[in-house]
């Protein structure tokens, strides 16, 4: 799914250089769960944003699906990371005064689903993270662990090959993340792949596999024969945080 050789970022800050990321060289399989570990300034988000098609390597090769999209010009990497990649970040990035569900068909909006394919594929996104029940909910209505869902459904709305994810419990309290994670092991159990970066070891323990960075450079590669399993799964009932408050379509 994902082949890296020699893949390196370098930044010009004035007339200084800054290797971001150097020599990576990995494997990543069809339907494996990963976790990227590391210190600030270690690398791996600068290694998530060129996994992601976000941003292009100074050196080196990346093969994504069997394409080798170093090559690919700035059209054809937008066509990818709409059609084969999810994202999921730290601070969700849904818009304030749009719905869940309208949320949720943004990606295929930009991919010309039409619109009754672009609402049903939606809906069953939604009701995919346990939240068939709160699609019309605006992000303020919801808590924060149930706007990660709804980032989630987002990200897998298109059917991407694989879900990237940015530090997606570091806005949660413990049993949000808890049912953060749950759902990403059942969307891995169910075959998709996932790469995710945090710097807890706890949530990293989730995968069952950990790459670990330091000042750009992959220093281990752990496998987690045992990975943790979240509980708390996708309950529709109230969270703590949102008890009281009034559904507004």
């Known amino acids: 799914m994902i082949r890296t050789c020699g893949l390196g970022k370098i930044y010009s800050q004035g007339v200084h250089p800054v290797a971001a990321l150097t020599g990576v060289t990995l494997h990543i399989p069809p339907g494996q769960f990963v976790a990227v570990m590391g210190p600030s300034g270690s690398g791996k988000s ?13 050196s080196g090769t990346y093969m994504l699906d069997g394409v080798d999209v170093t090559r690919l010009g700035d059209v ?4 990818v990371r709409n059609r084969k990649i999810g994202f999921v970040f730290q601070a969700f990035n849904l818009l304030p005064r749009m ?3 309208r ?14 394919e672009r609402r049903e594929r939606a809906l069953k996104a939604l009701e995919m993270v346990g939240l068939a029940d709160r699609v019309h909910h605006r992000p303020s209505q919801l808590s924060g662990g149930q706007v990660q869902r709804v980032a989630i459904a987002r990200a897998m709305v298109n059917n991407p090959v694989i879900l990237l994810a940015d530090e997606p419990t570091g806005n949660l ?3 949000s993340g808890r049912e953060v994670m749950a759902i990403f092991q059942e969307l891995n159990r169910k075959g998709t ?27 281990g590669d752990e496998k987690n024969g045992n990975p943790v399993q979240a509980a708390g799964g996708t309950g529709t009932g109230p969270h703590p945080d949102c008890r009281g408050e009034v559904a507004v379509p």
């Open 76 to 79: 054809e990497l937008a066509a």
């Open 173 to 175: 309290d413990t049993r």
């Open 193 to 219: 792949t996932v790469v995710l970066v945090t710097h807890e070891r706890d949530i990293a323990l989730h995968a069952s596999r950990i790459l670990h960075f330091i000042d750009g450079r992959l220093v």
């Open 103 to 116: 949320n949720v068909e943004l990606p295929m909006l930009y991919a010309g689903v039409p619109p009754r």
């Open 99 to 101: 719905s869940a569900v």
């Open 46 to 58: 600068t290694l998530m944003n060129l996994l992601g098609c976000l941003d292009t390597p100074t």
